[in-house]
C-alpha cells in the first residue's frame, strides 16, 4: 500500500494521548478518513484531526465487549461503505504484580481487551478487507510477544497471543495466494505513554517501568510514523524503539535472559522481590 489518502483507516484505542491517538492523527495528516474507537478522550482526538479536513466516525467502545465490537463495525461500514486498514491497537497492562497475585478475574479482563479484542474486530472487518483492491491489517503486539519479561506475566501471555494469531494469518494468506491484503505484527519496545501507570496493579517497579518509557522510548508519534511506513513497505513485522534489540536478544541467548534481565533491572534499580 503506498499511499493512505483518500483509504479508510480504522483504529482501535484510538482516543487520549498514546499510541492510537497518534496513529489517527498520522492517517487524517495522509489524507485517509478515519474511523476509532476507544473508552475514553474520543473528543481529544475529533479536535486533533480537526485541521485535516477528512471525514471521521468514532465511537464508545468496550473492545471486550463482542456486541459492542459488532456494532462498531457495523457502523463503520454503513459509514463509509468499506475499509481499507485496520489497526488492532487497544490494549491495556495488568501492571507490576508477581505471579502468584495475579487473579484468574485479571487474567480474563487482560485477555478479553488484548487478545480476544483482536481476534473479534479482525473477524468483523477481515471479509470486508479481502473485497479491497489493496488492504492492511495491523495488529499491535509488543517486545513482551517476544521477549518474556518478570511482573508481566498476564500480559505477556496475551502479547505472545496476538504474536502467534498474525503471524499465522499471514502465513495463510499467503499460502492461500491471498495478495491484496497484506498482514503486520507490530512490536513496540519502549514508548512514552502512560500504560504503567493506567494500569489495574501498582507494585514497587511501577514508577520505575514508568520512568524508563519516559526517558528511553519513543514519542506516540514517532511510533505511529515507523507503524504507518512499515505498512507501506509491506513489512511483515515492525519493529519500534529498541523492539528489534529485544527480539535479537531473545534469539541469541534464549536461556540466559532471566540472567540478563534480572541483571538489567538491578543496575536500573528497580526492586526484585
Known amino acids: 500500500m503506498k499511499s493512505f489518502k483518500g483509504k479508510v483507516a480504522v483504529v482501535t484505542g484510538g482516543g487520549g494521548t498514546g499510541i492510537g491517538n ?71 497492562a495488568t501492571g507490576d504484580i508477581s505471579f502468584d497475585k495475579v487473579t484468574e478475574a485479571d487474567f480474563e479482563r487482560i485477555t478479553n481487551i488484548n487478545y480476544w479484542g483482536v481476534i473479534r474486530t479482525t473477524q468483523a472487518f477481515y471479509h470486508h478487507l479481502l473485497t479491497r483492491p489493496e488492504a492492511a491489517i495491523a495488529n499491535i503486539s509488543s517486545t513482551q510477544g517476544i521477549l518474556a519479561a518478570p ?10 497471543a496476538v504474536r502467534g494469531f498474525t503471524d499465522s494469518l499471514r502465513v495463510e494468506n499467503q499460502v492461500r495466494g491471498i495478495k491484496n491484503l497484506s498482514i503486520h505484527t ?67 541467548f534464549p536461556s540466559s535472559l532471566h540472567k540478563i534481565i534480572g541483571l538489567m533491572m538491578k543496575m536500573q534499580g528497580a526492586e526484585i522481590t
Open 22 to 92: 497518534a496513529l489517527v492523527r498520522a492517517f487524517a495528516s495522509e489524507g485517509a478518513h478515519v474511523a476509532y474507537c476507544d473508552i475514553a478522550n474520543l473528543n481529544k482526538t475529533e479536535k486533533d484531526i480537526e485541521a485535516f479536513g477528512v471525514k471521521k466516525y468514532a465511537e464508545h467502545v468496550d473492545i471486550a465487549d463482542k456486541e459492542a465490537i459488532k456494532r462498531f463495525a457495523d457502523n463503520v461500514l454503513k459509514e463509509f461503505g468499506h475499509i481499507d486498514v485496520l489497526i488492532n491497537n487497544a490494549g491495556i
Open 186 to 252: 507490530v512490536h513496540p519496545g519502549a514508548v512514552a505513554t502512560n500504560i504503567t501507570l493506567a494500569a489495574d496493579h501498582q507494585g514497587p517497579r511501577s514508577q520505575h517501568f514508568h520512568k524508563v518509557l519516559q526517558e528511553k522510548g519513543a514519542s506516540p508519534a514517532e511510533a505511529a510514523k515507523i507503524i504507518l511506513k512499515g505498512i507501506r513497505k509491506n513489512k511483515s513485522r515492525i519493529f519500534i524503539s529498541d523492539g528489534r534489540a529485544q527480539d535479537i536478544m531473545a534469539r541469541l
Open 151 to 160: 511482573y508481566l506475566v498476564s500480559y505477556c501471555t496475551t502479547k505472545f
